[in-house]
């Protein structure tokens, strides 16, 4: 390592600052294509201050917007790789309900998309739903909607996984290192609390801390950072909405915000459901109580857990947390910085980026690498935010 204020004897080609899963998976790609590249992360790994922390995800090709369902396709073949890569289970198939009055048109979107690319599915009416999942209490004129490709990603698994893989192809992983200063250039130079690096490329994947590295940059994204009550809830019957049992994972589009839930697995006799949605909050200040007019997320759960779900005790045995980082259209950012083209950003991914990580991997190292990327780059461009300071653009 360089003494503090003397740069690191050799130039990197890229630096990615992060590893949350967008990092590791960015550094992952870029080291496999025999990049010079330095992974940096603020914490010892692995920690819980993030967005990947935690035992699980859901997987799904299921989504009311197309662009995601194309990416999925692409995403389970790399995340196979991974497992195959890792020798361990990286993820369980469970199929997944989407879950809402028949005339919603979100859910309809679903629909279509669903059936546009061919995904296993199957529609359910409110009584074919009660006879298919009796742990499920549908109201009069809800349907269904299943993905049987979706189900669950053991997430600290397979953000070790991906890093492990990194560190095979010869990547530098360091921890505990908190970038202080970046430095723009035709070599970028990265500061650290350990130390001074450089490097032709960075790729800036800070999760809820992005807009902390982006200011001194001068660019300023429109995202919100949300803290989320990641809870489960006990199962009256143990295993009842197990996966043995064949319970899905589940999407209910509710308003304002989805509730979605996992099968019971990784705690046994307790199955997450969660609020697609949290409390405004600083990352540093994750678990500072919210204000007492806070987000009503957990009475909306228990509400929801206590009419739909009978066999579960409606009220939360466990509460951990977690980050979410939203944009306004909850679409990705993946862009290069407006003024300086060899400085990549990875933001905004909105609380459902995990699956999908791959993928975004594979788009922030074709574009720090100056590669056309694979897909349209048109939903998660950085003009499309109209209130951006013109100095940054
Ligand atoms: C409760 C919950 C449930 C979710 N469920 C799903 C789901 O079911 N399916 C799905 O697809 N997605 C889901 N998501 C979303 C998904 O987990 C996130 O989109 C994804 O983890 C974001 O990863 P990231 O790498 O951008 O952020 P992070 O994991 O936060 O990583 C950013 C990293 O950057 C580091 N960093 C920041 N600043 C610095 C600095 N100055 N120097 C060095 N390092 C720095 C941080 O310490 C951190 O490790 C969920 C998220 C939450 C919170």
């Not at 492990?164 to 360091?174: E, I, Q, S, V």
């Not at 969660?274 to 759960?301: F, M, T």
């Not at 690498?369 to 951006?388: D, N």
Request: hydrophobic share 35%; aromatic share 10%.
């Amino acid at each position: 390592m360089a003494a503090a204020g003397e740069p690191h004897s050799s130039l990197y080609d890229t630096i990615v600052v992060g590893a949350g899963i967008q990092g590791s998976f960015t550094a992952y790609h870029l080291a496999k294509r025999g990049r010079d590249t330095l992974l940096l992360e603020q914490f010892p790994l692995p920690h819980s201050r993030g967005s990947s922390h935690g035992q699980s995800r859901i997987i799904r090709h299921a989504y009311a917007q197309e662009h995601y369902t194309q990416m999925m396709a692409e995403s389970y073949g790399l995340w196979e790789q991974l497992e195959a890569e890792a020798g361990a289970p990286l993820y369980r198939q469970t199929g997944l309900l989407v879950l809402a009055a028949n005339t919603n048109p979100e859910f309809q979107r679903f629909c279509q998309t669903l059936a546009q690319h061919h995904i296993p599915s199957e529609l359910f009416t409110a009584e074919s739903l009660r006879g298919r999942f009796p742990g499920i209490r549908p109201y009069c004129g809800e349907a269904g909607v299943s993905d049987r490709t979706a189900g669950v990603l053991y997430a600290d698994r397979a953000l070790r996984a991906v890093q492990d893989g990194f560190r095979r192809c010869g990547g530098a992983l360091r921890d505990s290192e908190q970038v202080t200063d970046i430095q723009p250039g035709v070599v970028v130079t990265v500061t650290t609390s350990g130390g001074v690096y450089q490097a032709k490329s960075l790729v800036i994947t800070a999760g809820p801390w992005a807009n902390k590295l982006l200011a001194p940059l001068g660019l300023l994204l429109p995202l919100q950072t949300l803290r989320i009550n990641v809870c489960y809830w006990k199962e009256k019957v143990p295993g009842a909405y197990g996966v043995s049992a064949h319970f899905p994972c589940f999407l209910a589009i509710c308003d304002p915000h989805h509730i979605y839930g996992l099968p019971s697995n990784e705690y046994p006799g307790l199955v997450k459901i969660c609020y697609h949605s949290g409390s405004p909050a600083d990352p540093e200040e994750r678990d500072r109580p919210p204000e007492a007019s806070g987000l009503p997320d957990i009475q909306v759960l228990q509400d929801f857990v206590s009419k739909y779900l009978p066999g579960l005790v409606p009220e939360p045995a466990v509460v951990e947390h977690c980050m979410y980082t939203n944009t306004p259209d909850e679409d990705f950012v993946l862009d290069r910085h407006p003024k300086f083209s060899n400085i990549v950003i990875g933001a905004g991914f909105s609380g459902h980026g995990f699956k999908l990580a791959p993928v975004v991997g594979k788009l922030l190292c074709q574009l720090s690498v100056g590669e056309e990327p694979s897909y349209t780059m048109e939903p998660f461009g950085i003009r499309r935010f109209p209130a951006l300071p013109p100095a940054a653009l």
